[in-house]
């Protein structure tokens, strides 16, 4: 994030420096927009909802999504990159928050009521997914970063499926 600037984005993208920050009035705007193409909310909330033939347990169905998107070829590259600059540089930081806050976080709450309780346990599982995802995949901590997939599945799984399901008095969610 710190070493790009705007110009050379759209040099290599081979159009006007001017239309960049037209579209997107600041770099901090472009890396938001970037991270919808990275990490589709509307992903995480198919795996919710589920459909028929899906995986019964709604934390599998998000633990598995969302580990698919860090393991796929086309997009495990750019969700390390993603990552590493959102805790590295306070502009980066500061668009992954919106990003998470806004679109993931507006999406994932809106399946389960929408309110404030809704928020906060999209912030729980999110919360596990991405300390999962920092461990595993970026700091490469073993033995998360050494297990197989499914095994990462079955034991983040639980506690996934417990934020976004069990009555708000067993969470201790304030009313």
Known sequence: YEKTTLRAIAEEARVDPSMLLYLFGSKEELFRESLRLIIDPEVLVAALTGT??????????????????????????????????????PDAHAAFRGFMQNYVLTAVSGVLGGDEQ??????????????????????????????PTEDVVRLVAPTVTRYLTADADELGLPL
């Open 118 to 147: 809704a928020r906060l346990r999209a912030m729980l599982a999110a919360s596990s997914l991405v300390g999962t995802a920092m461990l595993r995949y970026l700091i490469c901590v073993p033995p998360l970063s050494d297990l």
């Open 52 to 89: 028929g033939d899906d995986e019964p347990d709604i934390g599998t169905r998000m633990v598995r999504t969302y580990l698919g998107v860090w393991e796929a070829p086309e997009s495990s590259a750019s969700m390390r990159t993603m990552l590493a600059s959102a805790t590295s540089n």
